[in-house]
C-alpha cells in the first residue's frame, strides 16, 4: 500500500505520516512550497496548486488510498477575505485532486479519507451529538464544513470509498489550540471563557493519527466523528489544564463580550459547545489509548514536567 496525503507537513500530517512508516507504509505528499519537497524511498512529495488547479500527476503512481487534511487554518480573525481562504482552500483542494484523478486514470485509489470538523454541529449544552445528526450549525462553520464534506462526497462517482473524518478540538504540545490556551495558564493568568459550561469534544493527536490510519487500512466509508470518549467543559478543561502545569486558577471567568470585542465572530471556536460522541468508530474496533482529558494533558506534558523546559516550537502553518 501507498497513501497520499495532502497536508503532509501540517501537525496532523506529520504525525499520520509517523504512523504509516512505522507500518512500513512509504508515503506520497503534496505541497504548494516547491522547497519543500523531498525525495525518498518512503517519503515522495509532488508539486501542486490548488487555487489554479494545477497538480503533478506522478502522485497518483502506485496510490491505493487518499488522506486529504488541506485547508488554510480557521483559527484567524474570520475577516470577509479570510473567510473565503477557509472555503476556497478546502474546495479547491478536493476538485484539483478529483480532476487530477480523472486526468490520471488512477484506477489504483480505492479510497479517500477527508478531514472534516465537528463545526457542523450545532451550538448547545444539552445535547449529545453522533454522526446521524441532521441539523446543521447555522453561520460560517456550518457553511464550511457542509460544503467541505459533500466536495469529498463527489469521490464516490470514481468508485471510490469516501469517509469523512469530524476533527474536535485537537490536543498537542506541538502546534494547535492546546498551547495557546497554556500560555495564559503557565503565566498565571488562566481562567474559563465565557461561562465555562460550553462542551468541548478534543482528542489527543496521537489517537488521531491513529484514528485516520485505522480508517484508510479497514477502507471504512461513512462519516466518523475524531473525539475521545470523555469530552468536557471549558471550565474542566482550564482546571486539568492548570493542574498538570502546576498553576493556580485565580481569576473569574472571561466575560462573553470581552471575547467578543477582541475576536469577533471568530470567538464562536471559543464559545460554542458541541458535546459529541465517538462511539461509531469504537463500534469498527479503534480503541482511544487516551480516553480522559488528566491522562491525556498529563501524557502531553511529561517530558515539560520532567525538564521544566517549556516547548519552544510552535505551531506549524499547515501547507495545502
Not at 500500500?1 to 505520516?17: R, S
Not at 484567524?76 to 476556497?88: C, D, E, G, Q
Not at 471575547?259 to 463500534?283: N, T
Request: proline share 4%; with cysteine.
Amino acid at each position: 500500500m501507498k497513501v497520499l496525503i495532502t497536508g503532509a507537513t501540517g501537525l496532523v500530517g506529520q504525525a499520520i505520516v509517523k504512523v504509516l512508516h512505522s507500518k512500513g507504509i512509504p508515503v506520497n505528499y503534496l505541497t504548494t512550497s516547491r522547497d519543500k519537497i523531498s525525495s525518498s524511498e518512503d517519503f515522495q512529495g509532488f508539486y501542486w496548486n490548488p487555487s489554479k488547479g494545477e497538480i503533478d500527476l506522478v502522485c497518483f503512481d502506485q496510490v491505493q488510498a487518499i488522506i486529504n487534511l488541506a485547508g488554510t487554518s480557521i483559527a484567524k480573525r474570520w475577516t470577509p477575505k479570510h473567510k473565503k481562504r477557509v472555503l476556497s482552500s478546502r474546495i479547491d483542494s478536493l476538485r484539483t485532486l478529483r480532476k487530477g484523478m480523472e486526468k490520471a486514470g488512477a484506477t489504483e485509489v480505492e479510497c479517500l479519507v477527508s478531514a472534516s470538523a465537528i463545526g457542523i454541529y450545532p451550538d448547545s449544552l444539552s445535547k449529545f451529538y453522533d454522526e446521524d445528526e441532521t441539523e446543521v450549525a447555522d453561520g460560517f462553520l456550518g457553511e464550511v464544513v457542509q460544503k467541505w464534506e459533500t466536495e469529498a462526497d463527489a469521490f464516490k462517482t470514481l468508485g471510490l470509498v469516501v469517509s469523512k473524518v469530524r476533527i474536535g478540538v485537537v490536543l498537542s504540545t506541538e502546534g494547535g489550540a492546546l498551547p495557546k490556551m497554556a500560555i495564559p495558564v503557565k503565566n498565571f493568568f488562566g481562567a474559563p471563557l465565557g461561562s465555562g459550561e460550553q462542551w468541548q469534544s478534543w482528542v489527543h493527536i496521537e489517537d488521531l493519527a491513529q484514528l485516520f490510519v485505522f480508517v484508510v487500512e479497514n477502507n471504512l466509508k461513512g462519516t466518523f466523528n475524531a473525539v475521545a470518549p470523555n469530552p468536557v467543559t471549558n471550565t474542566k478543561m482550564t482546571k486539568e489544564l492548570a493542574r498538570v502545569l502546576d498553576r493556580p486558577l485565580w481569576l473569574p471567568h472571561v466575560p462573553k463580550f470581552v471575547l467578543r470585542a477582541a475576536l469577533g465572530k471568530m470567538s464562536q471556536l471559543l464559545l460554542d459547545s458541541q458535546r459529541v460522541s465517538g462511539k461509531k468508530i469504537e463500534k469498527m474496533g479503534f480503541a482511544f489509548q487516551y480516553a480522559n482529558i488528566c491522562t491525556a494533558l498529563e501524557d502531553l506534558y511529561s517530558l515539560e514536567k520532567q525538564t521544566d523546559v517549556p516547548s519552544v516550537r510552535t505551531a506549524e502553518k499547515e501547507v495545502v
